[in-house]
């Protein structure tokens, strides 16, 4: 079945409005069925108020398999009335109907220098609570290099006129396309692996200093285990960390983890990451081995692939969620789609303590999320033609 895509702009002056258009067209090209939405603005200009594209509701989201958000860069964040949309979904959220959609984003600045990155990370920061997959663009085409290589998604600065060029136009068209074709394998309804069926290669990688990773991370191998999947569970080990501590925690029954190579991330359809975090960001072993896979050219091994991770934070508000949001950051530089557990992340205990039940869950819960992913994504789709 073709999947559904919804493309929600904010424009005033009309080059995320042609962008939109493009990506729009783009998904269709690949046979999805599409919604093109405006947001509502009082403020606009009365040319823009009189576009004939219907205003964007919380039904648009929810009715998609795939969402495209494009919105102009002001003061490095999302435009206020894309923000008030995003705030009207609330409710969905709270329902949480929408995990497993995958989204993408756009934006543009007059400026060179305006925040555009960080707009489409705010973005992502909603779809990850959404439980929503991040897409960013493809490492190394040359198509994005183009137009500023940003890995997070489109961002361009527009010129005095205001408008979108032809290179513009190509990307957002293309990058349409590319979330059609990941949201066609990532429906839920489209031929995903029942459970205990599932042939998914999982790696789950995870820092052996710390004993609630070690322990999380052997939960989530075996909730990836639970669907069938195929796993490796692998360490990084710190500087003085000793052999021994591979073992998976206090309560043994285990073999202990092998070290991890990038052939572990090369062989697995998934991969999930998890360590402690240390002055507000993963710990530098998570971080050394993830800058060692990134090639001098083209895609690197997690390319293409669902990618998330957890942390383990000594207290609450001492780095946890900015650490986690890196991680994906970081994934995302390597062309990963981006799988949250669902919020920020999963509950954990305090460092040294022993996690929660709550935590052991969550971390099992997201081994099922991999495994899931990893097997939608690697199935084939049968896509239409080029740009014409």
Known sequence: MSPRVTVVYHSRGGAMRALAEAAAEGAASFGARV?????????????????????ASPDDVLWADGLVLATPTYFGNVSSPFKRFLESASALWEEAPLADRVVTGMTCATSREGGREATLLTLYQTAYRWGCWALGTEPGDPLFQGVGANPYGLSFTSGPDGRAGEPELTAAWTLGRRLADASARARTDAGAAPAG????????????????????????????????????????????????????????????????????????????????????????????????????????????????????????????????????QVLQHSGALVVPSGGAGPPVSPAGALPTADALAAARQQGRRMALAGDRLRRRTVPGGPRG
Do not use: M, Y
Not at 241 to 269: C, I, K, M, Y
């Open 197 to 328: 069926l599932g042939h998914s290669r999982v790696t789950v990688v995870h820092c052996a200093e710390d004993e609630p990773i070690r322990l999380l991370a052997q939960e989530c191998a075996a909730g990836a285990r639970e669907l069938g999947a195929r796993v490796r569970l692998r360490r990084l080990a710190g500087p003085g960390v000793p052999a021994e501590s591979g073992l998976p925690g206090r309560t043994g029954g285990a073999p202990p983890a092998a070290p991890v190579t990038p052939q572990d991330v090369a062989w697995a359809d998934a991969v999930v990451f998890g360590a402690p975090v240390r002055s507000g960001a993963v710990a530098a072993p998570l971080l050394g081995f993830l800058q060692a896979l990134e090639p001098a050219a083209g895609p690197g091994p997690l390319a293409g692939k669902p990618a998330g991770g957890f942390v383990n934070a000594a207290r609450s508000h001492s780095g946890g969620e900015p650490a986690l949001l890196t991680l994906h």
């Open 35 to 55: 919604r093109l939405r405006r947001v509502a603005d009082e403020a606009a200009p009365e040319a823009a108020r009189s576009w004939p594209e219907a205003v």
